[in-house]
């Protein structure tokens, strides 16, 4: 008996939600459609509030603008005027490193040219039976 008790209360609550929610249908509709327009007549109070603070700040935003693309290039140019420093002020060092890469190309060279000719110096036997084959 207490579970279909159970069961009928919870059919009685189930139901009367439904009928509720028909009965009142219209009262929901009307609610979600304040909702919107009250929504709508924001976003369009704050657009125009916006615009009245940019219509009557005009010369501050001009000035804000110009302020702006004058740091901007002041930023390129210390980077570009910053690189050809650099390059002046380390320009022996880079001169430095590239006569050290040559230096030891040339080395390299001559230690493979005369490597081979010192190895068949010292392996003269084995170079002559090398060249007769």
Do not use: P, T
């Amino acid at each position: 008996w207490q579970q279909v008790y159970q069961d009928q209360k919870f059919a009685a609550r189930m139901g009367g939600g439904a009928i509720r929610r028909m009965l009142n249908r219209k009262l929901s509709m009307a609610w979600e459609q304040w909702q919107q327009v009250c929504a709508q007549m924001r976003a369009e109070r704050e657009a125009l509030e916006r615009a009245a603070r940019k219509f009557l700040n005009q010369k501050m935003y001009a000035a804000w603008n110009m302020w702006r693309s004058w740091a901007e290039e002041m930023r390129r140019q210390q980077k570009a005027m910053g690189g050809a420093i650099r390059r002046m002020i380390y320009r022996k060092l880079s001169m430095g490193w590239e006569k050290w890469q040559q230096v030891y190309q040339e080395l390299k060279f001559a230690n493979r040219m005369g490597g081979g000719a010192i190895r068949r110096m010292l392996h003269r036997k084995l170079s002559m039976a090398w060249e007769k084959w």
